[in-house]
């Protein structure tokens, strides 16, 4: 009975925020996700980032173990879809980028916070780091069919990361009051992500349904395996291990979809994917959570 109110008390947040998004819509009620997007990822998953990381307690040594485990599982992911595609013969650009990355930053984020605490945080930025790395470079590479890796340097969030890294090795620290402001900007970030994720879901529509039930569990399996299978190899401790796994499996990103729209792939299908995977998120991350607490 325990275990099931902590995992409640850790999905209820999430759940609930979300679902406000998501009622906010249907509605009627205005909600710029252009903007609040913007706003989000430009200002407060930066400041979020920088602070998370300058403020750690975690070894540096730990956390550049994690970053390299992290990068380790998107290659075999990528390696595992690449062989899953070609033997189905689903279209590349359509369905790889989308079984690779997972809502690391939207989901996984506020789900490391409230389960593993700063700490946890600390794990979870840097992951989202190297996913948002893989993902515009390569992701956006297989989706648009070309685009230049540079892409990612002008990623506010990047940015924040890069100097929250430097500040973590050299033990510096900001100003008290400019730490406080850093703060309560970064502060709006989980609130805002969860917000507009409920939004984001509510304003896809899909079809085909079929293909993407059963192409979310695969999903759900490999990213499983291949989680766990990276954590152990690196001998990562617990809490690392806990979180390098809800991340590699959160549901498929909105971004793919956003992606698949801007670049001319099929986006109904990307859609149907991740309105699928966020649902079956309902089951298998309490589930998730519950055998990694």
């Known amino acids: 009975m325990g275990l099931i109110l902590t995992v409640l008390s850790i ?10 998004g998501f009622l906010w819509v249907r509605f009627g009620f205005e909600y710029r996700l252009a903007f609040v997007t913007r706003l989000s990822m430009t200002l407060a998953v930066p400041c979020l ?12 040594a730990a956390l550049a173990t994690v970053s390299v485990a992290a990068a380790v599982a998107y290659a075999a992911l990528t390696a595992a879809f690449f062989i899953f595609t070609q033997v189905l013969r689903l279209d590349r650009r359509t369905y790889l980028a989308p079984l690779i990355f997972g ?24 992951i ?8 515009f470079t390569f992701g956006v590479w297989l989706v648009a069919g070309g685009g230049s890796p540079a892409r990612v340097l002008r990623e506010p969030a990047m940015w924040g990361t890069l100097l929250g890294a430097l500040f973590l090795w050299q033990g510096w620290q900001t100003p ?5 402001s850093l703060d309560l900007i970064g502060q709006m970030a989980i609130p805002l992500m969860l917000i507009t994720l409920g939004v984001a879901v509510a304003r896809l529509s899909a079809r085909r349904f079929g293909t993407a039930i059963w192409l979310s569990l695969v999903r759900a399996a490999i ?26 499996t959160t549901p498929v990103a909105v ?4 992606l ?31 055998f990694l607490i």
């Open 11 to 20: 999905v209820a947040p999430v759940a609930l925020l979300g679902l406000i």
């Open 49 to 60: 980032i920088f602070t998370a990381l300058m403020k750690t307690s975690v070894d540096p």
């Open 103 to 126: 809502n690391t930053g939207n989901l996984g984020l506020p789900l490391a916070l409230f389960a593993f605490g700063e700490t946890g945080l600390g794990f979870a930025v840097v």
């Open 128 to 135: 989202f780091a190297v996913m948002m790395v893989f993902h």
């Open 176 to 180: 008290l009051w400019l730490t406080r």
């Open 223 to 248: 990213c499983l395996a291949v989680a766990c299978g990276a954590g152990w190899a690196f001998g990562l401790p617990p809490v690392a291990l806990a979180v390098l796994v809800l991340q590699i």
């Open 255 to 258: 971004t793919s979809y956003m």
């Open 260 to 290: 698949a729209e801007k670049y001319g792939a099929d986006a109904d299908a990307v859609a149907g994917l991740v309105i699928i995977s966020t649902l079956l998120s309902v089951v298998t991350l309490p589930l998730t959570l519950a």
